[in-house]
């Protein structure tokens, strides 16, 4: 079987975020921006008072990631997602603010998949655990915000051919239902 | 009476926080690149096939596995007649904050949980003592990741509920886990003692190999059903779906009160990681 396996670049427009599907492969090109935990609290704050954020977020695509710190020579540490339902307190208001992806793993609350379907936006999922080869598509790192913060700070990468899987596209279809309930379709017919 | 200095613990503990993060234990590898090879679901084989290029990666460029380099936890097992001479758990403390440097280590741990400022050097560690008779010094190095700690449970059965209770405990757990502990997973399973001793169990029982057999039939047959029915719930790695959902089942028991039945299920990610050593003079 061949995979058809689509480029795509940031900043992500809402229109070409709503052309991608469930399930589809991509390799992503760009600057992206990092946050976890205590970055999107301190961006929820900003959001509040109607204060500027710290990159455009008009079409950006934010990674959930907290790296290892970087060896002398090294571009960044290793490098993969945080599991994102933590970030979920906050995604829906920064959807209606102009984030079209998400990067991450695991599951989102429904008040995120509807905000997605209501914007136009995706979220992604990378290969949760391989921070060694996730490290590998970045090319450059630098901090942009909240330094004090350590590995927690915002960082704007350059990735190049970033492997991804589109978990929950614009539509609300969702991988992580259809992925499996397809394989158990298959197993029971095959097997 | 065998004497042990201090400094030799912090430096055993410095080296084993490195080589604990950058190099996937032999069993848990060996196990991944088995469930790869049965693994027929397209989208399941890819994923495993990019675990296996990440551990790959990770030990020849000498890096983190993962970037979340967990919480340390460290098993002492301290024969009676050991004499540490020096502080053993500032020792391990230290050989955690130098591990922490030598292997550019994410710092992950916050001094208090609420008020939650980094420490920013990933101690202190959670150290678990065990007294055991001899003059034998073990001590076991395994970085936790809070993705899977995140997904773990405890809870108090009747005895009434038996064993199909904890099948159905393990088994719900894991489903409602889902893709969040970054599957294939481990699942430690204890059973018994009390509400903290059976946590106790369940991630004492994630530090066996992974490809080992319980030693009772008894329980070796729970682990053997157990997998095969969390690998029939079809989540697959990472969640998108396959047969490798998780790679072991491990349980550990201990006596209980005849009013309980503990349970606690401790999840551990595909980057199950853990070193041992004996720590000689």
């Known amino acids: 079987m061949v995979v058809e396996i689509d480029r795509i670049t940031s900043p992500l427009s809402r229109e070409d975020a709503k052309k991608l599907r469930s399930g589809q492969e991509v390799l992503l090109s760009g600057v992206i921006y990092t946050a976890r935990d205590a970055a999107h609290m301190r961006l929820m704050e900003l959001a509040k008072s109607g204060e500027e954020f710290p990159f455009p977020i008009e079409g950006a695509i934010i990674y959930y990631v907290g790296p290892t710190p970087e060896k002398p020579g090294q571009v960044i540490g290793s490098a993969g997602p945080t599991t994102s339902y933590r970030m979920d307190f906050a995604a829906p208001c920064l959807i209606g603010l102009g984030l079209t992806a998400m990067i991450g793993k695991g599951k989102r609350s429904p008040e995120v998949v509807s905000a997605m379907q209501e914007y136009g936006a995706v979220y992604f999922g990378a290969i949760g655990g391989a921070g060694a080869l996730l490290a590998g598509c970045v090319e450059s790192s630098e901090v942009v915000a909240y330094k004090d913060l350590g590995a927690e700070a915002i960082r704007r990468l350059v990735v190049r051919d970033m492997p991804l899987t589109v978990i929950i596209d614009s539509f609300g279809e969702n991988l992580y239902d259809r992925g499996r309930e397809d394989y158990l379709k298959w197993k029971a017919e095959t097997m | 009476m065998r004497k042990i200095s201090a400094q030799l613990i912090e430096d055993a503990v410095r080296e084993m926080c490195v080589r604990a993060n950058c190099v996937l234990p032999e069993d848990v590898r060996e196990c991944i690149t088995a469930g790869m090879e049965k693994e027929q679901w397209p989208a399941a084989k890819t994923a495993l096939k990019h675990i296996i290029e990440n551990f790959e990666i990770a030990q020849r460029e000498q890096m983190p596995i993962c970037q979340d380099t967990g919480v340390t936890c460290v098993f002492v097992e301290m024969g009676q ?201």
């Open chain 2, 81 to 281: 007649d050991v004499l540490v001479e020096g502080d053993l758990s500032e020792a391990i403390n230290e050989g955690v904050r130098q591990g922490s440097k030598e292997g550019f280590l994410r710092a992950s741990i916050v001094a208090d949980p609420l008020r939650r400022k980094n420490t920013g050097d990933n101690a202190p560690a959670m150290i678990y003592y065990d007294i055991i008779p001899g003059d034998k010094l073990k001590i076991t190095v395994a970085p936790k990741g809070f993705g899977s700690e995140n997904m773990s449970k405890v809870i108090m059965l009747k005895p009434s509920d038996g064993v199909e209770g904890v099948k159905s405990f393990v088994l719900k757990t894991v489903e409602e886990a889902g893709p969040n502990p970054c599957p294939p997973i481990i699942v430690g399973v204890g059973i018994g003692g009390t509400f903290d001793k059976a946590a106790l169990l369940a991630k004492k029982a994630l530090m066996r190999p992974a490809n080992d057999i319980n030693p009772d039939p008894f329980y070796s047959e729970l682990e053997d059903e157990l997998l095969r029915s969390i690998n029939e719930l079809g989540i697959g790695p990472q969640g998108f779906g396959g047969k490798t959902t998780a790679l072991a089942v491990k349980v550990g028991v201990m006596p209980t009160h005849i009013a309980g039945l503990p349970v606690a299920v401790n999840i551990n990610c595909h980057v199950t990681r853990h070193v041992t050593r004996e720590i000689k003079h």
